[in-house]
């Protein structure tokens, strides 16, 4: 593989090929095309081809791709051949539907902890896991060296959390929080919130 | 503005600048370069100008891009310088999340109504909703005439939910559940995940 930077809106698309990969695999086809996955995602088939070229020769011209084998070689550039520890900041709603959540299996993710800091909410139980106080997050993400972090907290919280997770070691923060935040260039950050995926499908209404 | 048929791919970015550009011009700022807002989302400059000057001349060289008259012209484009009704399928621990989500205010969209097929959760209250049967979606949403969902449904439920939005009418399904969904050529859906949105980090870790 080559070792060339590889522009990061090109990084951003490879998840959703993936899924969109694994899905077919799921419904138990075999090979695909770039046309076909294209369909799929919404991307031509030109510029699919041009993404994975980046990353060596995984299809055969005539014969297209075949699914497993782009799916393991996703996994594999993307690094989630492997199983990452995930904590999840805030235990609202949201954060009790990503406790929940059973899409992380197969994904490269578990979630390993959650921390809040309502008093009324430490000790509560959400599936398997035990709320714990944001007061010992330092310490105990630390000690269990997790590099990623979901925060579901509110928008007023958010920057302090973000500086605490910097400050433990966190270098992936995936935010729900509808605020921008300020980390350092080593620390990556992704947003998401509804509001940008409904303005995705209102041009064509 | 042109009427010629811009790629999907260019509208996905769009409402990426016009979150950035909200975030610019909540903090004070007037202006920004291509440059700058780059740098927010992650994206070349070159990118920038090329996807934005499918629309027309919004920047001058050298001054740049006034935020408030780029945010109006994007918000134009999306269509969501309305307000969309949104129905909300699913009053699970998203589906409170979503009903409570205060993000969706000045983004072009509110949740009008919200359905559960489980009879234990029809008639709850959740903030200003009270959940609704799905038996009486199809009549409601027709009634309504809502063009937009989202769903919150499990895995096993959501193609019969969305064939019962397509046949209310709907035209644009937010499916949160981790399937996809088949939808006449004219349906619009969006898919989101948080392992999509944790696998665009893991590579840089």
Redesign the interface.
């Known amino acids: 593989m080559n070792v060339k930077k590889i522009?990061?809106?090109i990084?951003?698309r490879?998840?959703?090929y993936?899924?969109?990969l694994q899905?077919m695999a799921d419904?138990g086809a075999k090979t695909t095309s770039s046309q076909e996955l294209g369909e799929?995602v919404?991307?031509?088939a030109a510029?699919i081809r041009k993404d994975i070229s980046q990353f060596g020769e995984f299809g055969k011209q005539g014969t297209g791709y075949s699914i497993q084998f782009l799916i393991d070689k996703l996994r594999e550039?993307?690094?989630?051949d492997r199983v990452?520890d995930?904590v999840l900041i805030g235990a609202?709603?949201?954060g009790?539907?990503?406790a929940?959540?059973n899409?992380?299996q197969n994904?490269?993710?578990r979630v390993v902890a959650i921390f809040d800091n309502d008093k009324n909410k430490v000790g509560q139980k959400i599936g398997e896991f035990t709320v714990e106080d944001t007061d010992t997050m330092l310490e105990r993400i630390k000690s269990m060296g997790v590099?990623?972090a979901?925060t579901?907290v509110p928008a007023s919280a958010a920057q302090e959390v973000a500086d605490k997770l910097v400050q433990a070691g966190v270098?992936?923060i995936?935010n729900y929080a509808?605020?921008?935040l300020n980390v350092p260039e080593n620390v990556?950050v992704?947003?998401?919130?509804?509001?940008?995926?409904?303005?995705?499908?209102?041009?064509?209404?």
């Open positions: 522009p990061d809106i990084i951003g490879l998840p959703v993936l899924r969109a899905r419904n799929h919404g991307i031509s510029q550039i993307l690094k989630v990452w995930v609202g709603d949201l009790h539907a990503l929940n959540y899409g992380f994904r490269g993710f590099k990623i979901m579901t270098r992936a995936l509808p605020v921008s990556k992704q947003y998401t919130d509804p509001s940008t995926n409904l303005q995705r499908m209102t041009y064509y209404l």
